[in-house]
Structures are given as structure tokens and as C-alpha cells.
């Protein structure tokens, strides 16, 4: 299986800062890659695929890079909707994994 | 509109058998290219993908459950279900089904929409 690891584990931020996520997976994926979001006792949303394709009704202060093994998802100035868990997810090779999830908390 | 909702026990007792229906509303799974999938994640933890069925009939699973897990599916009752064997404790977790992403042009195992997930305690 395709190991991820998400760093940090946890981010402490402010409203207006700009957060950066990183997932790093055991082996290439080329661009098979997703983020998504989770808030408190809600189901995850996806917010982008392909590495940098912002899903559809995404804030387009969500962006992604990367390419092989590393990818980043940045928030560039975060809002209060934005204090939850990211995970990303790699579908390049079954079976599909997960990160462990980084959580974003207020500072 | 694309909803999906998850029901099933609350509760199962070690040893048993668990299973989970997905009413899905929205697409149909005759459709080429639709796929419904299946992730679980316990309390506090992060998620882990467990199964997911084809419009073809195609099944895929997660090879650390493979032997306990089934996934079937009902076109006419937009449904399907997840059967997993030998419940532990460790099963404990929100399950979440969930539809697999298409666009215009190709598929792929992003999951777009999701059930709100119900939760199964596996305890005696």
C-alpha cells in the first residue's frame, strides 16, 4: 500500500494567515491526488483533485501543488470556515489511502 | 442533486455480522463510469477506505479487510450494502458511503458526495 504522511499533525493559526499542508507519499503518484476537508462531525468535502483542480463552489484561497511524492495544499489568508482537518487522499494505486489528517486550530 | 445516507445497527456485539445499506438518490448505478464507495473512520482518527462497487459489477476492497468484507449493490432500489464479518472492537467507527467522482470527460476515486455516516460501537 501507498503510504501518506501529512505534516504537520496539528497547525495553531490566525483568520488572515496563510497555512501550508504538506503530504508526502511513499512512492510516486504523478497528479492522482485529493485534499479534502472535515469539520467537526461532518462527512469530509473534497475540495481539490488532480493535485491543483479546485473542486466546483471551492474558495479559490484553496490551491495545490507538487508532483511525484510531495504535494502542498495552501490556504492563503484563512477564515473561520477553515478551522477543521484536511486529508489527502492518493488514488494513483489501489487500494486507496488516506493521510492521518492535519488539524488546523485557532491561535 | 447527489445525496447518499447511510443506515444500519448502532450497536453489534463482537463476533458478528455488520451490515450497512447506502440509499443513494440522484445518479443511478447503471450509469458507466458510477461507482459508490465505502470509508470508515473511528473516533478521532483519520479515514480509511474499505470498499467500493462499479456500475460493471467491478468490485474493489481493501486488501487488510478483504476476507471480512462484501459490497453489493441494488440498481433498481439505488442501494448498497456493506456486509463486514467478525466485528471487533476495533471496527468501532463512523462508516460513510459516498459517490465516486465524474466529470465531463473521465472518472476517477475522488469522492465528491458523502453520506452523513452513521456510527456502529462494537461492544457486548
Known amino acids: 500500500d501507498i503510504q501518506m504522511t501529512q505534516s504537520p499533525s496539528t497547525l495553531s493559526a490566525s483568520v488572515g494567515d496563510r497555512v501550508t499542508i504538506t503530504c508526502r507519499t511513499s512512492?510516486?503518484?504523478?497528479?492522482?491526488l485529493a485534499w479534502y476537508q472535515q469539520r467537526p462531525g461532518k462527512a469530509p468535502k473534497v475540495l481539490i483533485y488532480?493535485?491543483?483542480t479546485l473542486q466546483s463552489g471551492v474558495p479559490s484561497r484553496f490551491s495545490g501543488s507538487g508532483s511525484g511524492a510531495e504535494f502542498t495544499l495552501t490556504i492563503s489568508s484563512l477564515q473561520p470556515d477553515d478551522f477543521a482537518t484536511y486529508y489527502c487522499?492518493?488514488?494513483?494505486?489501489?487500494?486507496?489511502?488516506f493521510g492521518q489528517g492535519t488539524k488546523v486550530e485557532i491561535k | 442533486q447527489i445525496t447518499l445516507k447511510e443506515s444500519g445497527p448502532t450497536l453489534v456485539k463482537p463476533t458478528q455480522t455488520l451490515t450497512l445499506t447506502c440509499t443513494f438518490s440522484?445518479?443511478?448505478?447503471?450509469?458507466?463510469?458510477?461507482?459508490v464507495g465505502w470509508i470508515r473512520q473511528p473516533p478521532g482518527k483519520a479515514l480509511e477506505w474499505l470498499a467500493l462497487i462499479y456500475w460493471d459489477d467491478d468490485e474493489r476492497y481493501s486488501p487488510s479487510l478483504r476476507s471480512r468484507l462484501t459490497i453489493t449493490k441494488d440498481t433498481s432500489k439505488n442501494q448498497v450494502v456493506l456486509t463486514m464479518t467478525n466485528m471487533a472492537p476495533v471496527d468501532t467507527a463512523t462508516y460513510y458511503c459516498?459517490?465516486?467522482?465524474?466529470?465531463?470527460?473521465?472518472?476517477?476515486?475522488?469522492?465528491?458526495?458523502w453520506g452523513q455516516g452513521t456510527l456502529v460501537t462494537v461492544s457486548s
Open positions: 459516498a459517490h465516486r467522482y465524474c466529470s465531463t470527460t473521465s472518472c476517477s476515486e475522488v469522492f465528491d458526495y
Open positions: 440522484g445518479f443511478s448505478l447503471s450509469t458507466s463510469g458510477v461507482g
Open positions: 487522499q492518493q488514488y494513483d494505486t489501489y487500494p486507496w489511502t
Open positions: 512512492q510516486s503518484i504523478s497528479r492522482w
Open positions: 488532480e493535485v491543483s
